[in-house]
């Protein structure tokens, strides 16, 4: 990347709104941060659906050196949009309640050490993918995770809490679908599923790994496909998500793949990761090697089952704890 003595600019996205977390003092604390490093700074708040995208769009016009999405997931993939396919990079500040990219990549939950991973400039050119021509960045699903986005969405409040509890209310209602998935133009094969989901990172958020040995670095996309089965075999393979142990289950196949054709009876709901959208009946998703470029954690830790599901909660607490403690 640019390694010249004159002052890089950096454009930083604030979503002031996303998440359950106070941003108070936030803003104040990156613009220091990021002036100590030698950059230009420009911070714009976001008002509306989009902003991010548009503001985004600029700093590659304005030939930023990068951009930090301030927020959520909505506020990150609303950024990388803008991004893919330009030098800009992306760098996040994760304030959101399930900040499934920046976990994937080992941005820390604390501002201050998530800037310390911008601090260290290790940028790397990562995948992106598409459905039907619309970027996502960890998954895309069809059945059941749909199905509970788009309840989620219907709810006043966000968070985990508010999450398990949709999860929870649809499980009771939903019914699998047939689908018809080709894989690579390969010849296709048929399947009642509760859960079609396309990865490119290995998880939802909040640490619910569906696809945990996703790379995004690798140029190919982790298809997660889950069986209609027996309602307990199900509970399971929601516990099993929690501890990295998701892909030794009977009722789940995962494969590898560049390009996924997805069929189903009719239109229906989508996610594209977390944001719930309708989308027709045949669905291409497709991989973009190298399409993005990011600041990532040189210092993140293999993924390891059941280790790594277990010790990232406490990581987290202990993050929490510390940023109380500055702010006292």
């Known amino acids: 990347m640019n390694t010249s003595a004159a002052r890089r600019r950096i454009k930083v996205i604030v979503n002031p709104v996303s998440g359950t977390r106070s941003k108070r003092g936030v803003t104040q604390l990156i613009e220091k941060s990021l002036d100590r490093l030698g950059y230009d700074v420009d911070v714009c708040l976001t008002t509306c659906r989009g902003d991010a995208t548009r503001l985004g769009r600029e700093a590659v016009a304005e030939g930023c050196y990068g951009v930090l999405a301030v927020g959520g997931d909505g506020t990150v993939n609303e950024t990388a949009a803008a991004l893919c ?63 509970v986005t788009h309840r989620f969405s219907r709810k006043g409040r966000r968070g985990l809490v508010t999450y398990v509890q949709s999860t929870l ?10 689908y018809r998935i080709t894989i690579d133009d390969y010849e296709g094969f048929e399947q009642e599923a509760f859960v079609v989901a396309c990865c490119n990172a290995s998880q939802y958020g909040n640490n619910a790994f569906i696809a945990p040995q996703a790379s995004i670095t690798d140029g190919q996309l982790d298809l997660t496909v889950i069986h209609e089965a027996h309602p307990i075999s199900k509970v399971l393979v929601g516990v099993e998500m929690m501890t990295g142990l998701i892909g030794r289950n009977a009722i789940i196949d995962t494969l590898k793949a560049r390009k996924v054709l997805i069929e189903r009876a009719a239109a229906g709901p989508a996610h594209l990761d977390g944001e719930p959208v309708q989308m027709p009946a045949v669905i291409e998703v497709k991989v973009h090697p190298g399409g993005l470029y990011m600041f990532t954690n040189d210092r993140k830790r293999r993924f390891l089952p059941l280790l790594s599901a277990m010790s990232k909660p406490f990581e987290e607490l202990g993050c929490k704890i510390r940023s109380l403690g500055s702010r006292s």
């Open 169 to 178: 209310e649809e499980f009771k209602e939903y019914k699998s679908e047939k």
């Open 85 to 147: 396919g330009s030098r800009t990079v992306l760098g996040i500040i994760p304030l959101g309640s399930g900040n499934g990219l920046a976990r994937h990549v080992g941005i820390p939950m604390d501002v201050k050490a998530a800037l310390r991973v911008i601090a260290r400039d290790a940028v790397r050119p990562c995948d992106y993918a598409t459905a039907n021509g619309t970027p996502f960045f960890c998954t895309c699903g069809f059945g059941f995770d749909a199905a």
